[in-house]
Each structure stands twice: as C-alpha cells, then as structure tokens.
C-alpha cells in the first residue's frame, strides 16, 4: 500500500511538473502548419508562406508549454489507487510485475518544454520577418534502480543499474526571413543565430549499479557532469509552397535548422554576458570552467549487519565529487598542479580524468581551443492541405527529425489537422498525431478573431487520444496581430 502511494505521488508530479508546437494555432491543429503558418509564425515551420500570407502581423504574446513522462498515465493512477500489492487474493490486487514493461532502461524520465516567442519582436512586414523566441527542454527523472527498489526489494545476485536522467538546455533563436514569389512557387528563407544560455547533461563514467548477494550489499558508480554557458550557432531553414490548384490545394516542404551547432567556447563574448547571472543559481563547486566536467562517484563495500556493526559506515560507504578535466594522457598536464590520488582511469580507454582544483585559469584556457558542441534538432515537413471557399482548410503533414534528443523524433510522424473558419469571429480547430516515437496525440484549439487582433488558445493530449490514457499535455496561448 505504501509502495503505491509513493509511485502515485511521483506520477502526479510528472503529470504537472522536440518537435514542440510553435504557437496556439498550431497545438490546435497538432502540428500540420506546413502550409497553414502566416506571417511571423511561418519562421521555424515553412518560410516560404512569408510571401503568401498577410502584409503585416505582429506577436503580442505567446507560450507554449509541454509536459510528459515515458511511462505514467491516469489510467494507471485510477488502477494502483488504493492497490494492494501483496495479497493476490485481495479484490484490489495489482501484480506488480506488471509495471516492469512500462519503464525503460533510463527508469521514470519526466520532460518539458516551453516556447516563448518574445513580444513586439516577432513581426512581418511583406516579404520580411524579423523573430526572436526562447526555448527550454528539460530531462529528469527517476533512475530504474530507485523503482526496483520500491517494488521488488533486493534481488539476489541481480545487478541493479542507477542511471540517471538528466538534460537540460536553454537557447533563444533570432532570425531574418525573407520569402519571394517565381511564378506559381514562393520560396523562402530564414537566417538565424542560435544563443545557447545554459547547457547541462549528465554521463556514465562507469556502469552505476547495486547488487545484493547472500551475505552483503555493493555497489558503486560514476558520473560525468557537463555544462555549457552562452553558447553560439547560426542555423539555416529553406520551404517552398505552390499557389492554390486544383480547387484550393497546396503543396509545402520545409527543413529547419539546417548546420545547426552550437558552439560553447569560454571566450565567447556570449558567456561573459550570461555567466555570472547563471552562476548565481548554482553552487560554487558547480560553476564550471568550459573545459571543465563535474565528476561524482560513490562506492559501497560489503555492507551488511555484521560489518555495520563492526566497521564505521563512511569506511563502508564512500563518495566524492569534484570537477576534473578529461585529457587522452597525462602528458598533456605536465607541470601541471593537480592530486594524484583523484586521478581516474576511464574504463573505455579513451584517457584519464584529471581533479582541476590546483590548475590556473589560463592553463585550462590550453584546453578550450575544442569547444564541445550541441546539435539543435533539425526537422523536415511536408505537407498538403486543401482550402474549401475560405470557410475550413483540411491539412496533412509528413515530418522527420535527424535525431531523438532535445525532444525531437527520428521516425516519421503523420499529423492530420482540420481549421473552420466560417464562423468569421471563432475559429475552431482540431487536429490528430501519429508515429514519431511520441505516439498518438489529440488536440482540440479555438480562438477570438476580432479584426486584426487574434487570440488563439490550444490544448492537447500527448501519448495519448484520451485525457485518463495521455502522459502528457501540451497547452498554448497567443495573441498576435495578423
């Protein structure tokens, strides 16, 4: 009983706690906006609607926020709600084997993302755009060890492995469109340049596991911690979009993000602006050196009754963590100040991690000249979408990333979405996801179109078509003039 309170407890909180959606519109027609998006909210999408759409339009005020986990949905919760995990013969019996399918290997793993397009500075003027938007992908979670533990105790002779989920990075993308009609095609392009505020990401330096044997408990493990500050990227998007044909359909196809690096150098003029406000927020032996991985290892010897009672637990237990610098051999710190002692030998033979407590500033500068570098997802779309007397638009996208990382998907994804617009003032929107490693989605989005002023508001259930099988949910809000 209490086991499943606990796990009750998390899923509510990774309940509320890639590719994302761009803005309200958008969410409400679950992504198929290849051929949809106007004005500023094409830049990202397709720019090649810059010079299809309206003259003018301006953002006054957007989020999109989404959150979901890769295994917890409220139908679990109504199923382990007052479960007994024990007693098979009890009428709320729940097999707890059963839940060993629906958590990977990296455990309960939470994510969330959040876009905001800054106000006044996302506009169009005919065939130019100018946009600036923030965006912040999160990864945490529960590692595998910590639920085995809860559920199923100690297993003899079972390693129990303890990674951890964590990732977290920040940017704001800045961008010039601009887009032009050759005959029956418009085509367009973005510019940009990507500023990477933080970066975090978390390594096995060693497999991290517990194990159990018939007489004593060990364990031990190692994590390499890594951290960026005023990252710098340039990115590049390309679309294309035909006239209407054929009694109102369209064609689009779009790639974003094309070359899209980032760079976190610790002589970036970017890093001089944000470090010392970031490093307000973290704790002195966390304000990293570009150069610089944070290193945290923990070793358990032979615990057990006996040796507790005949030992002091710090000479069974131990754990360190300290920041260190990775070199491929020793050679390259000679002269170097550093303690011996806490050098580490990398299991994959790929070099030694070296404490850099003792080591000056300009002799971790020798170490920057390779700067680490980040991938910012890139995505192709295409879509068709068909235009009935201006009073509904029915559109289909096709759309791929080349990675599974920051939330994006490297599997294809087929989103079907439907816009009505005949009622002049109130447009109402519906849209459905599948495939691209996120599952199936259901969204639903309206809005207020007074004039030029649009307020547009989106909801939708992610992995999942229904509010009780969903891990996740995506909201959006946006006022804009278009």
């Not at 418009?186 to 990401?201: E, F, Q, S």
Request: hydrophobic share 40%; aromatic share 14%; with cysteine.
């Amino acid at each position: 009983m209490l086991k499943s309170n606990i796990l009750l407890t998390l899923i509510c909180l990774s309940l509320v706690s890639g590719q994302y959606d761009q803005d309200a519109r958008m969410l409400g027609l679950s992504g198929a906006y290849t051929n949809i998006a106007e004005g500023f909210s094409c830049v990202g999408i397709n720019p090649a609607n810059l010079s299809y759409g309206s003259d003018f339009s301006m953002n006054l005020g957007s989020i999109n926020a989404s959150f979901w986990n890769n295994a917890l949905s409220l139908d679990l919760i109504n199923t382990l709600n007052n479960a007994n995990m024990i007693d098979s013969t009890s009428i709320n019996y729940y097999d707890k084997d059963r839940l060993k399918p629906l958590f990977d290997e990296g455990g309960l793993v939470i994510n969330s993302e959040f876009n905001l397009p800054f106000p006044v500075l996302n506009l169009s003027y005919k065939n130019w755009a100018l946009t600036s938007s923030s965006h912040t992908y999160t990864e945490v979670g529960m590692p595998t060890l910590l639920l085995d533990f809860m559920f199923f105790g100690n297993i003899i002779n079972e390693k129990m492995n303890f990674e951890i989920p964590l990732f977290i990075q920040s940017v704001q993308e800045t961008g010039i469109t601009y887009s032009n009609q050759f005959k029956s095609i418009h085509l367009g392009v973005t510019a940009k340049h990507i500023l990477g505020y933080y970066y975090t990401d978390i390594n096995m330096v060693d497999s991290a596991f517990f194990m159990t044997d018939t007489s004593a408990f060990d364990g031990k493990g190692g994590f390499l911690l890594k951290q960026g500050i005023g990252g710098s990227g340039f990115g590049l998007d390309l679309g294309i979009l035909t006239e209407p044909f054929l009694d109102g359909y369209q064609v689009g196809m779009s790639i974003t993000n094309i070359f899209g690096d980032i760079n976190w150098k610790q002589d970036s003029p970017f890093r001089e602006l944000l470090e010392e406000s970031v490093h307000d927020f973290l704790p002195e032996e966390m304000q990293l050196h570009s150069s610089e991985y944070y290193y945290y290892y923990f070793l358990m010897d032979s615990v057990n009754a006996v040796s507790l009672s005949n030992s002091e637990f710090d000479d069974l237990f131990s754990s360190d963590g300290y920041s260190v610098i990775k070199v491929e051999s020793l050679d390259y710190v000679e002269g170097f100040i550093y303690e011996e002692s806490q050098v580490v030998e990398l299991s994959d033979s790929s070099g030694f991690l070296v404490p850099s407590k003792y080591i000056s500033d300009k002799q971790l500068d020798t170490f920057s000249n390779d700067p680490f570098t980040t991938r910012h997802p890139s995505v192709f779309r295409l879509g068709i979408s068909r235009n009935f007397n201006n009073d509904m638009i029915i559109a289909m996208d096709l759309s791929t990333g080349f990675s599974a990382t920051l939330g994006s998907y490297d599997t294809w994804r087929m989103n079907l979405g439907t816009e009505i617009t005949r009622f002049k003032h109130f447009p109402i929107r519906f849209g459905i996801g599948l495939g691209g490693g996120r599952g199936a989605s259901l969204s639903v989005g309206s809005g207020i179109w007074y004039g030029p002023i649009h307020f547009d508001i989106g909801l939708a259930y992610k992995k999942g078509l229904t509010v009780n099988s969903s891990k996740g949910l995506d909201i959006g809000i946006s006022l804009s003039i278009q």
